[in-house]
């Protein structure tokens, strides 16, 4: 059993900052590219950012400049700093990672959101 659980989500002022983190748990034997999504009531899920297991990284062109997504391959742990937030980046961020555990072959994984509000 394979778990992703987020953390770090709020309200925040536009402008403001916040850390998203989402740490992985379970019989892992490898974990892959890890990202983040986010998705507003009504809309389509939204891909923010990824990073490989070596560190490469691609950004959606809404959020570039402004977070950064980074991991921890030893803690099996992704973060999304979140700079200069704007009331459009407001939804429920989700992880994502494509995972290798005991007796399985590799299979996508998502948490179960941390919402994000950005309002003055």
């Known amino acids: 059993q394979v778990e992703l659980v987020e953390s770090g989500g709020g309200l925040v002022q536009p402008g403001g900052s916040l850390r998203l983190s989402c740490a992985a748990s379970?019989?892992?034997?490898?974990?892959?590219?890890m990202a983040w999504y986010r998705q507003a009531p009504e809309k389509q899920c939204e891909f923010v950012a990824r990073?490989?297991?070596?560190?490469?990284?691609n950004y959606a062109d809404s959020v570039k400049g402004r977070f950064t997504i980074s991991r921890d391959n030893a803690e099996h742990t992704v973060s999304l700093r979140m700079n200069s937030l704007k009331p459009a980046d407001t939804p429920g961020y989700y992880c994502?990672?494509?995972?290798?555990?005991?007796?399985?072959?590799?299979?996508?994984?998502w948490g179960q959101g941390t919402q994000v509000t950005v309002s003055s």
């Open positions: 994502n990672a494509n995972i290798r555990s005991t007796g399985f072959s590799d299979r996508n994984y």
């Open positions: 379970g019989s892992l034997v490898g974990i892959n590219d």
């Open positions: 990073i490989t297991h070596s560190g490469n990284t």
